[in-house]
């Protein structure tokens, strides 16, 4: 099995309580998730479990207005101030951290993608976004609103 993986962190002048609060919430991770090569990513039907762990929330990617792909991602891990893992449908994986920096938060985001066949998710990285530039511009949108 071949992996990919990309991460990227950034500052937050902000407590981790906040930081985390902030992330946890599904409509933030696609409010920060740049168009790429689709025209955007729509966020639906999100259901939230009390204690984190089995939150689900259905997402479609549109160009031309045309549905192109959708799945369901599912909240695997949830430690609060610490770490939220949640898993596509589709396979990827996204997994934030949130750690004590000085006068603020170190905030992580990770995605991850397993193929049985070797290329193959690193031809979807190609074709479906641009991994690092993308963590980068989702970190700053992340940083920007919970600063503001």
């Avoid at 991770?29 to 039907?45: C, I, N, Q, S, T």
């Avoid at 549109?62 to 192109?68: D, I, M, S």
């Amino acid at each position: 099995m071949t992996t990919t993986k990309h991460q990227k962190s950034v500052h937050v002048d902000a407590p981790v309580e906040k930081v985390f609060d902030y992330v946890k919430d599904p409509v933030h991770f696609y409010d920060a998730m740049p168009a790429g090569k689709h025209e955007k990513v729509v966020l639906g039907d999100v259901k939230v479990a009390p204690e984190g762990v089995g939150t689900t929330y259905k997402w479609t990617a549109r160009e031309f207005g045309v549905k192109v792909l959708s799945g369901v991602m599912t909240r695997e891990e949830y430690v609060v101030n610490e770490r939220i893992v949640d898993r596509s449908s589709t396979g990827p994986i996204w997994t934030w951290t949130v750690e004590p920096d000085g006068t603020g938060t170190t905030l992580t985001l990770a995605y991850e993608h397993s193929s049985k066949i070797p290329l193959v998710g690193q031809g979807l990285d190609k074709v479906m976004w641009n991994g690092d530039k993308d963590l980068e511009t989702m970190l700053a949108a992340d940083k920007e609103a919970v600063e503001a």
